[in-house]
């Protein structure tokens, strides 16, 4: 029996699929990001030496506290591990905190903008799908995304929580002790990212990140010098 090039193509194909589901590095390989004009429009997601990096403690650590520049192509990679992680962890439970109401629906847009670009053999169909959430019924899963508020994640178990620019959150301390109870309890993953709000000495996010490893966080520092070609 000879067997033709299509069928051996398409068979190569699904095991590259079948391999992006279960590792997130290479399911990075299908993400497409945008950059706003007057930039290059829709582009492959750029895997740089930093980001890779992150990929990898993403992989191994439950609790990482992530200080960093701006423009290091962070939210894309959250918004991507995101998706990930609600397509492929059956009852996965998603909850991305944001500063504020505008800033939670622009990091849940990336998520969906990555999700709605990805080939149709690694997208897993949306249910609800609005500036508040993404759902994926077959998985029973969801991304939500929320701003920082003084009741915001209680009485929930989360897989995945992720704070961006969490410095700038006026209810990190809060929300924080009332999500990592939870975590703690069913092996959830927590990811603290931020700049560095200069206007304040002393913040939630500035302790975590001072008193790791001893708190159980691993601590990464990627300054703007990251990002492969900048310059002063």
Do not use: C
Request: net charge positive.
């Amino acid at each position: 029996m000879t067997l033709t090039g299509a069928p051996i193509a398409a068979n190569l194909l699904d095991l590259k699929y079948a391999r992006a589901r279960l590792d997130f590095s290479h399911f990075l390989e299908y993400v497409k990001v945008k950059e706003p004009p007057p930039g290059l429009g829709i582009i492959p997601f750029e895997a740089w030496p930093h980001l890779l990096e992150m990929v990898r403690l993403l992989g191994s650590e439950r609790f990482v506290v992530w200080l960093k520049s701006r423009q290091i192509g962070a939210s894309w990679l959250l918004g991507a591990y995101a998706v990930w992680t609600a397509q492929y962890h059956t009852a996965a439970r998603v909850w991305l905190f944001s500063r504020g109401e505008d800033d939670a629906q622009e990091l849940l847009g990336k998520a969906a903008f990555i999700h709605s670009q990805l080939p149709k053999g690694l997208q897993v169909s949306l249910g609800a799908n609005n500036t508040e959430q993404m759902a994926f019924p077959s998985a029973h899963s969801s991304i939500m995304a929320f701003p920082s508020t003084p009741h915001a994640g209680r009485s929930y178990t989360f897989t995945l929580v992720v704070f961006d620019e969490a410095d700038f959150h006026e209810y990190l301390e809060r929300d924080y002790a009332a999500v990592r109870p939870t975590l703690e309890d069913n092996g959830g993953q927590m990811i603290l990212a931020s700049t560095m709000d200069k206007a304040t000495q002393v913040s939630t996010f500035k302790g975590l990140y001072r008193k790791a490893p001893g708190n159980g966080f691993k601590k990464v520092f990627q300054g703007w010098r990251v990002r492969p070609n900048r310059d002063q």
